[in-house]
């Protein structure tokens, strides 16, 4: 078996006990700054959820590729070894997670993962890696107990440790974006975890946490650069479209009354509203900055009502790792302004800072 040939010595230094002794895990519910009940309980359920999703993922992509596969795909010869360590890493994990929860803790799910060979596996790899950094960087700050921070910290730190060495002993690119880590809140990095989960038991407990609508990238990987325009793909959800009705409705009514009172005509007075096309954003989340640049429809003849093809200016600053979701709001990229999402960017750069022109597109 592959796990008994992995030395122990090669796991993240977190030993199950530490976790599970502490203290019971808080349950009392509080309000996250999107106003979702949440505990610490299902903050470790959540990040359970994505260190089940690794095992996963480790595990088929060792048991398919083997180190000839991975010499043929022009990986260094020790790449093979290493990915084994990092299973090890995110078994032990979900061991720590498992423990703490006890009979709480989420039970593993069907994946599906697009690889087809051993490159692609390394580099989503190292797509996995970066989200998992995030994903608990953003979750940090919703946990109450000390002694959790400290853990869900340190599986944080291995985590980037994992993302940076497949980056650049790997695939040879960039081992960091920014100076920052960029923070993805638990709807986010679940959006993304969720594109590779299939079907969960149905014992698992719930955790309150959804997704947005897909959102994708058309645009072709080697013309998705920064200052260049993108193209995207998504449908607002309906509940946006409902809302905007109603607003349009009683902006109808008022009008309408309005133009009785004065005695003046209404279908004039309906002809010179003012128009009531949504307004959407593509916010790039890069470190802790987010830049907001508007979204038109990619065929200006068609309503913003009747489109899912849109284009974008990305700016001219991007590198690294962004993340990219549409929002209602080009000040604050929150779940409750977000209407679809989440896409990867990826703008690797060598070590002299320079953009890699041919590497650029969606990850």
């Not at 959790?148 to 690119?173: D, F, G, M």
Request: aromatic share 10%; net charge negative; hydrophobic share 40%.
């Amino acid at each position: 078996m592959l796990l008994t040939k992995i030395s122990a010595a090669f796991a993240t230094v977190l030993s199950v006990s530490s976790l599970s002794q502490a203290a019971a895990v808080p349950v009392e519910k509080r309000e996250s700054d999107d106003g979702v009940q949440i505990n610490d309980m299902d903050i470790l359920n959540f990040a359970l959820t994505l260190e089940h999703l690794e095992v996963a993922y480790y595990t088929q992509g060792l048991n398919k590729f083997n180190a000839t596969d991975f010499k043929d795909a022009g990986l260094p010869d020790f790449a093979r070894g290493r990915f084994e360590e990092i299973l090890m890493n995110e078994q032990t994990h979900v061991d720590t997670l498992s423990e703490a929860l006890g009979a709480n803790a989420t039970n593993p799910c069907l994946y599906e993962f697009p690889f087809t060979d051993a490159k692609a596996f390394a580099k989503l790899s190292a797509i996995l890696e970066t989200v998992g950094a995030s994903a608990y960087t953003g979750a940090a700050a919703l946990l109450s107990d000390p002694t959790l921070i400290t853990e869900a910290a340190s599986i944080l730190a291995t985590e980037a440790r994992q993302a940076a060495w497949v980056k650049s002993a790997v695939i040879k690119q960039n081992p960091w974006s920014l100076p920052f880590e960029t923070p993805l809140d638990l709807m986010q990095a679940f959006s993304l975890a969720s594109s590779f989960i299939q079907v969960c038991p149905y014992s698992n407990p719930d955790i309150p946490i959804s997704t947005f609508p897909a959102l994708t990238v058309s645009t072709p990987m080697n013309e998705t650069r920064p200052g260049h325009n993108i193209t995207v793909q998504f449908w607002p959800p309906m509940s946006y479209f409902e809302s905007s009705s109603s607003n349009m409705t009683s902006s109808n009514m008022t009008s309408s009354s309005n133009s009785t009172d004065s005695g003046s005509d209404s279908s004039s007075s309906n002809s010179t509203m003012p128009s009531m096309e949504p307004q959407y954003f593509l916010a790039l989340l890069s470190g802790l900055d987010k830049h907001f640049v508007p979204l038109s429809p990619a065929n200006t003849s068609q309503s913003a009502y009747l489109t899912y093809e849109w284009t974008a200016m990305l700016p001219e600053d991007l590198k690294g790792t962004v993340f990219a979701i549409v929002t209602t709001d080009d000040t604050m990229a929150m779940d409750s302004n977000t209407i679809a999402g989440v896409a990867i960017l990826d703008f690797p750069f060598n070590s002299n800072g320079t953009l890699i022109m041919e590497s650029y597109g969606d990850m």
